[in-house]
């Protein structure tokens, strides 16, 4: 007999290829779409996803890694892959091995990766990202024009395009704004007709205009259905969430009211109660931090977390929930019995965002494929 999961995600692969539909639907036809994928796809799977997104069609993957660029490199000759994290020292000859695209921000490293053009006599492809805000990665603004010349005195680097990253999409409009002309004061001061030039993500694609230098934006949430930003152009563009979260009930049993439950006793029955236990904990992604806060689902009923979320196991309160029994299913993120907790929800009661809940849940929970022929 199939062992039966204790605790698994479940990936729906059919929404996540109309998800992909929708969102190319809703692009302009000469932008390019760049599939972010860094994190195992944001928890979901990198070869899964990634097959999904080669058969639908996306221009160019994105990742944080060597290791992870070299997976869909693995996967596929075709698609150009962008290293979208800096180059550690020794990392370089991994950019020519792959046939990668390296993120520059400094002189510093046109310098290593030129030296292995050299070495290799072959040209190092490199997009220039700039920093218009984001206190991150790239050449800061205002020293971009000057750093944008120099580039042309590398004999070995080939400069395929020009990125920026927004600090405050879902958030602040106008800094968006801000951040983007700050970019395309850069962009318009050289010609860049064959570079690819980008700066949206999921939330940014708003305030795009069609005369824009923009020619690609780069997904990452939103494939997955998670909107941002829902008023955003793609945002409205209806995708569908593409990952649930669940667990058992490993064990139910009743407690006289004034027990305590769990470690440190922070929680104390009020009344005579059922409980019951699921068969998962923060070993397996539920943060800490749901301790005595917010429920699963079970039989279409939310029913609230009890005391300290432990590794293994967490204490669920179904005195309200009488058909709740050993073997059932509780949901943690997604639809039961006609509710939903949407990602967000729950990363909005764990006082974190829908990002990192995604890269929360561990390895020791499976990844269920359903929705589509496993290709
Ligand atoms: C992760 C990432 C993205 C994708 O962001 P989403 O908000 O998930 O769409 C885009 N650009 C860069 C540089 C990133 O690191």
Known sequence: MKQPLRCWAEIDLAAFERNLKCIQNALPDHMRYVAVVKADAYGHGMPQMVRRLMQSGVDYFAVANITEAAEIRHMGSGWPILLLSPLLPGEESQVLAHD???????????????????????????????????????????????????IADYSHLKLEGLYTHFSSADSDPEFTQLQRQRFIRIVESIDYSKLLIHADNSAGIDSLSKDSPFNAVRIGLLQFGIAPYPKSALGAASVEPVFSFHARIGLVKELPAHTDISYARSYTLERDSRI????????????????????????????????????????????????????????????????????????????TISWETLCSITKRVTRLYTGSREI
């Open 276 to 351: 019951a236990i699921l068969t998962a904990g923060y070993g397996d992604g539920i943060p800490f931090e749901l301790s005595n806060k917010g429920s699963v689902l079970i039989h279409g009923q939310h029913c609230p977390i009890l005391g300290r979320v432990t590794m293994d196991q967490t204490i669920i309160d179904v005195t309200d929930c009488p058909e709740a029994a050993i073997g059932d299913t509780a949901t943690l993120i997604g639809k039961n019995g006609g509710k939903e907790i949407t990602t967000v929800e729950f990363s909005d009661l764990v006082g």
């Open 100 to 150: 990668l695209i390296a993120t520059v921000s400094t002189a510093g490293e046109c310098e290593r990766l030129n030296e292995l053009g050299k070495q290799h006599d072959q040209k190092v492809r490199i997009h220039l990202k700039i920093d218009t805000g984001m206190g991150r990665l790239g050449v800061w603004h205002e020293q971009a024009e000057d750093f944008l010349k120099s």
